[in-house]
């Protein structure tokens, strides 16, 4: 198995292997595997030790931030206080040099008293307590050997935990499931004792002894916890649960939050109480040996337990589960189920988990449940998209504005006052701020800042021009003083102001135009009339912007041309003009929006329509030399680049944690989702007036339909796409005939 080892982060330590209880349910005791029953009691002083040296080394070679210890058993409490103690303080010695240590205790409560909770808070131990719900549910399973109840004693040990000066330790309550129990009855006995949070677990089963199913439903388990999360979600989600937090990550792009879910490989090992190390404890439901490694604390580092094939299986991600598996669209979210839910005799854990029929029901039916309000609202909604864009530059202001921390001195100061004043007056900072290429500055401040290439003044120079050109915009006459640098300042959104020699000068709003007071006073009466010192930024058809003087405007795949001659910008501009015209004939609703969100088109010496790296949404380079038909095409096919390139700065539409490939209608060689999503999109836009696009827009988004990456809003762009390539089988105008 090729990859680097994944190092331990979470370590189970059976400090005792006989418990209290006789639970039915219980894989240690009533499983496959009886190992328990030649180890000894309680962990010796000696496997402490070697437990402790040994996680710190790894700790100190894999530079960990962080390890977590969970005490388990069996019952740990049967451990008693001074053994646990002796654990606390060997762990606690050995790796606070090395990292942070975070201590639980998992356990059923029935030995909690002050005296354990006493030396919990003395070495910050966090406790999690098993309680299967109400006193029904949990007298199913959890009672003594003679049958009697355990329930009032866990309930009494969760007041215990509950008092002012415990609640800190709380970690919260496991609950395994049975679906002979009322889910809403289980989830309400346990939210009434208000835990920190809830982990509902699957009890642990295999093909070769399957879980129970009273009324035969192959999706019983999926339907209880459904009617659990219901419950949940309409009661506003009042506590965390573990299972549904994980699901709701997946489907929008995050990790799993769960080792019993997604594909993150597994961290995990376990310490037995005479010190031999084991995979992890739930595969004693597989086989007598499952979780045997052959290796223990005292001989074998925890890096050669990681190179163990059965844990480097469990390391694979997408490629670590059954074929079955990797064709389906919900394993992101299921990855497989638990490892050991797959076992069966024939074939060993290369299947489906034998919850396989329910977890693709839960998280079909929590995607179902949630999709319309968590999937970004840019995705359906042309002006949220336009808004959370202008939104992203306004935090790179502020992000700027932090980073400086006093650092800008008084010009920095100066200009952030007067940003202030012109914002409370006008919509000009506003329009300055949406500028697609004011994003490209300021990535290139933050950029310079963190590098060390910036001085204070020329950042405090540079916001000055910004503010003026807002103060300009918004008509609001308040004195700027800016310091340029080349004999020229420019003017955001406006244009160019020649000044003859580079300097300080102060620049005022007037009317319809301003002022410039430096070594000589320049007057601009007209913003958009050309004068022998100030070429401003052209206009073109519905107000969109042709710059070619922005200094920000390059970062484009193709060069920027220089200024353009009054004849070259007439002819671009004329071309542009009908370029639009064919566009609203051919795609009315796609040229609509379009419109209404390219704010600025620049001229390039290529062929190809371009979306700039660090610029922000509304810009597009697009050919000077190309006629309108070439034109249209390149505006259509560029403001897709640009739109779903603005998308993707907002929203995930898919995950990019897997190994996942698929074909591509358009090409022998397989794509990641990205490359499938981007290509189906360009393609379904293009599909209207364009033969050739449609069958492999529409073959790409059958193909999007199954893929495992898309999240919540990847799929609901699909959707939208799916819509409007059926749209486009409508009679249109072909733009290669325009």
């Known amino acids: 198995m090729t990859g680097p080892l994944v190092p331990f982060r979470e370590i189970v330590l059976k400090v005792h292997s006989r418990c209290d209880l006789a639970c039915d349910h219980c894989y240690i005791y009533e499983h496959a595997d009886q190992s328990w029953r030649t180890r000894p009691k309680a962990i010796s002083d000696q496997a402490i030790s070697w437990t402790a040296l040994r996680l710190a080394e790894h700790a100190k070679k894999h530079a960990l931030p962080s390890v977590s210890v969970i ?82 004693l866990v309930l009494k040990a969760i007041d215990l935990l509950h008092q002012e000066r415990y609640r800190h330790l709380d970690l919260g309550l496991l609950c ?12 309400d006995a346990l939210t009434a004792l ?23 439903s192959p999706t019983a388990y999926a339907e209880w ?86 844990v480097r299986a469990r390391q694979l991600g997408l490629a670590g589960v059954s074929e079955t598996c990797r064709q389906c669209p919900v394993v992101r979210s299921c990855g497989g189920g638990l490892y050991t839910h797959r076992y069966r005799a024939e074939g060993g854990f290369d299947n489906p988990s034998v919850y396989c029929a329910d977890l693709e029901a839960l998280v079909r039916g929590i995607e179902n449940r949630t999709a319309a309000a968590t999937a970004a609202p840019a995705v359906a909604d042309p002006g949220a998209l336009v808004a959370e864009q202008h939104e992203l530059t306004r935090v790179l202001l502020a992000e700027l504005h932090s980073e400086l921390d006093g650092r800008g001195g008084e010009g920095w100061a100066e200009a952030w006052e007067l940003a202030g004043a012109v914002e409370q007056r006008s919509d000009g900072l506003d329009e300055v701020l949406a500028h697609p290429y004011t994003r490209a500055w300021l990535l290139d401040c933050l950029d310079a800042l963190r590098e060390g290439r910036a001085g204070a003044a020329g950042l405090a120079g540079e916001l000055a021009r910004y503010v003026a050109a807002a103060a300009v915009r918004g008509r609001v006459d308040v004195p700027v ?25 102060e620049l005022r709003a007037t009317g319809d135009g301003f002022v410039v007071r430096g070594a000589q006073e320049l007057r601009v009466e007209r913003l958009q009339e050309e004068s022998g010192h100030w070429r401003p930024v052209r206009r073109g058809a519905h107000g969109v912007a042709l710059d070619d003087l922005d200094p920000y405007r390059d970062g484009f795949a193709a060069p920027v041309t220089g200024r353009l001659t009054p004849g070259e910008a007439a002819g671009w501009g004329g071309r542009l003009d009908r370029a639009w015209a064919l566009l609203r004939d051919a795609v009315p609703d796609q040229a609509a929006e379009a419109a209404a969100s390219l704010t600025t088109l620049t001229p390039l010496t290529g062929t190809e329509p371009c979306v700039g790296r660090r610029h922000g949404y509304g810009a597009l380079g697009l050919p000077l030399h190309e006629e309108a038909g070439a034109l249209a095409r390149a505006l259509l096919r560029g403001f897709r680049r640009a739109k779903l390139r603005a998308l993707l700065d907002v929203t995930d539409l898919y995950a990019l944690d897997g190994a996942w490939s698929h074909p591509a209608p358009w090409q022998e060689a397989p794509v990641p989702v990205s490359a499938l999503l981007a290509g189906a999109y360009e393609r379904a836009g293009l599909a209207a007036y364009e033969h050739g696009h449609a069958e492999q827009a529409e073959r790409a988004l059958d193909l999007l339909e199954n893929a495992a990456e898309l999240t919540v809003s990847g799929k609901l762009l699909v959707a939208g796409v799916r819509k409007e390539l059926c749209r486009s089988r409508e009679p249109a105008v072909m733009l290669s005939h325009g």
Do not use: M
């Open 71 to 152: 005490l388990h058993g069996g019952e740990p409490l049967l451990a008693g206080p001074a053994r646990l103690r002796r654990v606390c303080e060997e762990l606690t010695t050995a790796l606070a040099p090395v990292t942070e240590l975070d201590l639980r205790i998992h356990t059923n409560g029935l030995q909690l008293s002050p005296r354990y909770l006493d030396l919990f808070d003395e070495y910050g131990v966090k406790v999690g307590i098993s309680l299967d719900g109400d006193k029904t549910a949990n007298d199913r399973h959890r009672r003594f050997a003679d049958g009697r109840s355990s329930h009032p």
């Open 176 to 187: 395994t499931i049975d679906v002979a129990n009322d889910p809403v009855a289980v989830y």
């Open 194 to 216: 208000a835990p920190p949070r809830i982990d509902f677990l699957l009890p642990h089963a295999t093909w070769e002894e399957p879980p129970p199913r009273p009324d035969g």
């Open 225 to 310: 916890i459904l009617t659990v999360f219901d419950r949940w979600d309409d009661q506003g989600r009042p506590v965390p649960v573990r299972l549904f937090e994980s699901v709701l990550s997946t489907l929008n792009g995050g990790p799993s939050l769960t080792e019993s879910l997604g594909l993150a490989p597994t961290d995990l090992v376990v310490v037995e109480t005479d010190g031999t190390l084991e995979q992890v404890d739930s595969l004693k439901s597989a086989y007598e040996g499952a979780a045997a490694t052959g290796f223990d604390v005292f001989r074998h580092s925890f890096d050669e337990v990681a190179a163990h094939p059965g």
């Open 481 to 505: 003083r800016v310091t340029h640098r080349g004999g020229a300042l420019h003017l955001p959104t406006l244009g160019t102001v020649g000044l003859g020699v580079a300097g300080p000068v």
